[in-house]
């Protein structure tokens, strides 16, 4: 299925927690191999909402917060590129 725009990431999402080191479940180094980093973190934002608009969203789960789907598709970012799978909770159901 597709995914509904508006396709909304917080930015503290990216700045504080995608590509900030972390001891436990860190994708900072991940998306680092593609080129993503904390002074670029804007250009994997726009990859993502890319993502969202053109992939094909998978129900994960729905719990008090919402209902969560993953996008999985391919990042690019300068001439590097990884295999991301984006999950998403969608407030709105």
């Known amino acids: ?33 593609a080129g993503y980093t904390l002074s670029n973190w804007q250009v994997l934002k726009q990859d993502l909402l890319i993502l969202a608009e053109v992939g094909e969203a998978v129900f994960e789960r729905s719990d008090g917060y919402g209902i969560y789907f993953s996008v999985t598709g391919r990042l690019i970012s300068t001439n590097k590129s990884v295999n991301q799978r984006r999950s998403h909770l969608d407030e709105r159901y």
């Open 1 to 33: 299925m597709k995914l509904e725009p508006p396709y909304l990431i917080d930015d503290r999402k990216l700045t504080q927690y995608l590509l900030v080191y972390l001891s436990k479940d860190d994708k900072s180094n991940y998306l680092g191999l």
